[in-house]
């Protein structure tokens, strides 16, 4: 359909044509009513005769014009047009990834690590606001990026990827292959960016769209694609069964850490990917504030074999731990000081923790738990005891135990979701209750559950299974009963914001807490009189905050502690489960003659700076909270024996004699330092 200068739709007069696509034509309009510029999308007229793809476009549509980020497009309206339907957005100036990566003229042109690790910094801030609402792209490539003449970049066509339908087949690999209805054996996605889920025709849930975000991040670094093929056929064949070639084989100086995350996002196994995309923004970030996190070495000659080392980025150990003291829940009295908390700590592994929850007697602690790697499941620990015990139940998180010590259980639990179950303590087989539940709780009385599940780009709360008492377009992360059982806390987050809310049985819905960054887990008092919740106001590291239960809201800090801290539960005698996240800057080594990779890591904040030409001395500096106010200069062999502290300042370089490091100052001066590997003085080069 083509439309004149001029031509109304509705409120929006038509000023022209900006291009046209497979989706549609898109035109610049003035919304008359605003004074505003707008963008219309006028889509196929295929849609118009439908019904069902027109009811699904309408649903998709509203979903994403709830995605209030300024890493995603904003959708204004929908309508309809002589029978087509149509979507307002905001209008953007600028240009798309694609238009960025190939010009028109010339080859393609991949962009320098930082630039390229800024942009998808933002990518993935965008991604984790959808997905916290349930949403998943499923067709992320870069003609659905747009990058901002200001330099913001936005997400195209949130919630309309998963709508095109293609009669083109697998013609190319420019092909997209997507359907109507999310139904297992539909194929959806760009070939060349479809995660191997996508290819099987398999459901695919937020970690799909890590992996598109992963083959993008190889292609703006490289400036090839991931898995570009002849065909169509063989792209699939190469998604499921290739890995792309190493980035560091590009001849670019690609910081080793950035390429791990590439291949941590491309890994084939969505359970090896990163799990959620706030995880993955955070290694980036973090990537990105530790300047010069690893060094591109020199390459020796091409007849000699290199030995393959990595500042590895992040590794995350999550500590459960409990703490009492003046978590006890008795008042200190007028003018007393509260004693100090006191911590036991029940997990030493890597790993992340995904819920923890009291048994009834107050000594068992059940968690689920990935640890170095491997698919979530739940395990079992006593205070006392630093031994741990699997339930035997892979790919199960834990939602809930009963007063009766009855488990409720996501089977199967993907980033947002899982299939309700429950499950005695003492072992035996689920009885799956509900389909796509985020999270679930027990009633006091440990015979009933309340729900929160997640659906045409809603959160709703079901007390019992199967009622909606409310529901929100905002994201809800977590559902605890009170004491008596007569309220319902949620944590309730939107574009930004979050707040605790307080719902009674009928639904009705009074706010106790607003104006957060982010909130995440809640628990009550066993008084009943406070809720404690964990929350951010800075939009970085998370506390633990109180808020009393009734009355005029009154909030105060319980615990701040450096590094991620989350209330996971409170026990009947007032101790507190606190999971907290410790992260560790690793370097990973393949030293020669070895089949695998070592951690050579020191301290807490390692950053590669030179290896020798045999790949047996690797000289780094430590930066991390543990190394203190200096930025001190290790020497380590690879073979693993203990580190040599040779002195301070950034190390840049190895001789090639390995006798000597050198190094600038800190603060930098207009002088480099030489520090001697073995017996010697350091001396200083000034610049005169």
Not at 140 to 159: H, S, Y
Request: glycine share 12%.
């Amino acid at each position: 359909m083509q439309l004149a200068e001029g031509t109304r739709l509705g409120p929006y007069q038509v000023l022209a044509p900006i291009g046209a696509g497979g989706m549609g034509e898109v035109y610049r309009a003035r919304d008359t009513r605003l004074g505003r510029e707008v963008a219309i999308k006028i889509l196929p007229a295929a849609y118009s005769n439908d019904p069902e793809r027109l009811q699904r476009f309408e649903q998709e549509a509203r979903a994403a014009g709830m995605l209030n980020h300024p890493n995603i497009m904003a959708i204004y309206d929908i309508g309809t047009h002589d029978g087509s339907p149509y979507v307002v957005s905001e209008l953007l100036e600028g240009e798309t990834l694609r238009e960025l990566l190939a010009p028109s003229a010339g080859p393609a042109s991949p962009l320098p690590p930082r630039k390229a690790t800024d942009y998808m910094i933002q990518l993935a801030h965008g991604l984790a606001a959808a997905h916290q609402k349930g949403i998943v792209h499923r067709d992320l490539k870069p003609e659905n990026i747009f990058l901002t003449t200001e330099g913001r970049l936005k997400i195209l066509d949130f919630g309309l990827a998963k709508l095109a339908q293609s009669a083109a087949g697998l013609a190319g690999e420019e092909t997209a292959l997507t359907a109507g209805l999310t139904q297992p054996g539909v194929v959806l996605g760009t070939m060349g960016y479809m995660s191997p889920e996508q290819v099987r025709g398999k459901p695919a849930d937020a970690r799909s769209d890590i992996f598109s975000f992963g083959a993008i991040l190889y292609e703006m670094l490289s400036g090839g694609r991931a898995f570009r093929r002849e065909s169509g056929v063989e792209t699939m064949g190469a998604i499921l069964k290739e890995d792309p070639p190493e980035l560091s084989e590009s001849g670019r100086n690609i910081p080793p850490g950035l390429e791990r995350i590439v291949r941590h996002c491309l890994e084939k196994n969505p359970e090896e990917r990163f799990q959620s995309a706030r995880d993955l923004a955070f290694h980036l970030e973090a990537l990105s504030t530790q300047s010069g996190v690893s060094v591109a070495l020199p390459v020796p000659d091409k007849g000699r074999a290199l030995p393959r080392f990595a500042a590895a980025g992040l590794a995350l150990a999550a500590m459960i731990l409990v703490a009492a003291s003046f978590f006890a829940g008795r008042r200190v009295g007028a003018g007393a000081k509260a004693p100090a908390p006191v911590f036991q700590r029940l997990t030493f592994r890597n790993g992340r923790v995904m819920n923890a929850r009291f048994a009834p007697d107050g000594q068992t602690v059940l968690y689920g738990a990935s640890w170095e790697g491997k698919p979530v499941e739940i395990f079992s620990a006593r205070f006392g005891n630093p031994e741990w015990r699997s339930l035997v139940f892979s790919r199960t998180a834990i939602a809930a135990v009963s007063s009766s010590g009855e488990l409720a259980v996501l089977l199967d639990r993907s980033p947002k979701q899982g299939t309700l179950a429950r499950v005695p303590m003492t072992g035996g087989a689920p009885r799956e209750l509900a389909e796509e539940v985020y999270h679930a709780d027990w009633h006091p009385n440990g015979n009933s559950l309340a729900v929160i599940r997640t659906g045409g780009g809603k959160s709703r709360v079901e007390y019992p299974i199967g009622k909606t008492i409310y529901e929100t377009f905002n994201g809800i992360s977590d559902v605890r009963f009170s004491p008596k059982g007569d309220r319902i806390t949620i944590s309730e987050n939107s574009a930004g914001r979050g707040s605790i809310a307080v719902l009674d049985l009928a639904g009705n819905r009074s706010v106790l807490s607003d104006g957060w960054k982010g909130v995440e887990t809640n628990a009550w008092k066993p008084s009943g009189d406070e809720v404690w919740f964990t929350a951010t106001d800075t939009g970085l590291g998370h506390a633990i905050y109180a808020v009393n239960a009734s009355g005029a809201p009154k909030v105060r800090l319980v615990l701040r502690m450096a590094g991620p801290t989350v209330l996971e539960d409170i026990a009947r005698d007032g101790r507190a489960l606190i999971t907290h996240y410790n992260y560790r800057s690793i370097i990973m080594g393949l030293p020669p003659g070895e089949a695998k990779e070592h951690d050579l890591s020191w301290l807490d904040g390692g950053v590669l700076a030179a290896l020798s030409d045999d790949g047996k001395t690797l000289i780094f500096n430590e930066a991390g909270g543990a190394s203190g106010t200096g930025y001190p200069i290790y020497l380590r062999k690879t073979d693993g024996s203990d580190a040599v502290r040779l002195g301070e300042g950034t190390a840049r370089a190895l001789s090639p004699d390995g006798k000597w490091v050198i190094a600038i100052p800190v603060p930098a001066r207009s002088e480099l330092i030489l520090e001697p590997t073995g017996a010697g003085e350091a001396k200083t080069l000034k610049n005169e």
